[in-house]
């Protein structure tokens, strides 16, 4: 019952990877599920020189092998595709070389989809990352601490004490920092 139509909606399925389902069900499973996808596919082509049970299987093995990535819904898209003649003709000759090389094609398609899609991504974080932050300086914060605190807010109060004791503690350790400066420089200046 699988019918993506696009590589988005491979991507945004919940079916699990080949290999997945080979580690969760075991290999036996897994190869069953592609053997009935590639059976469908065969199906529908009226090749006179079609494919024998042991080029299946062995067909099979290559697929698992090597798109260990792909799920059921891109195997059933990709063998769409090449029902549609996306990959070319078949020229009444259907074998495991030719399930490859639409499987490469299809392979090509959807990392393109996937860099795309990727990219997109890149560019939405980078501009949620541009967009103006929401907020206030301090002297403007200060300000509407101290109408707080005129009107009697109790917690405005307290903020504005603890703001003005570290005001105050910033204050002392920039002078005495540069009282520090000043006098290297007038024991510069004496030697």
Not at 43 to 72: C, G, H, R, W
Not at 157 to 167: G, Y
Request: hydrophobic content about 40%; aromatic content about 10%; some cysteine.
């Amino acid at each position: 019952m699988l019918r993506p139509k696009t590589i988005e909606d491979v991507f945004l399925s919940s079916e699990p990877a080949i290999g997945t389902i080979t580690r969760i069900l075991g290999e036996t499973k897994s190869r069953a599920a592609v053997v009935l996808l590639l059976a469908d596919a065969l199906e529908f082509f009226n090749a006179t020189e079609t494919m024998s049970d042991i080029q299946v299987a062995m067909t099979v093995d290559l697929i698992m092998e090597e798109y260990p990535y792909f799920k059921m819904d891109d195997l059933k898209l990709c063998f769409k595709n090449a029902m549609k003649m996306k990959y070319g003709r078949i020229y009444n000759r259907i074998d495991g070389q030719v399930i490859m090389s639409w499987l490469r094609e299809y392979n090509k398609e959807r990392c393109a989809a996937a860099d795309t899609q990727s990219w997109n991504e890149h560019k939405s974080h980078i501009a949620d990352e541009l967009k103006p932050i929401s907020g206030m300086f301090y002297e403007e914060y200060r300000t509407e601490l101290e109408k707080r605190a005129a009107s009697g807010d109790e917690s405005a109060i307290n903020a504005l004490r603890i703001s003005n004791s570290l005001m105050d503690e910033l204050s002392k350790r920039k002078f005495e920092k540069q009282k520090m400066q000043l006098e290297e420089f007038y024991n510069k200046q004496e030697s």
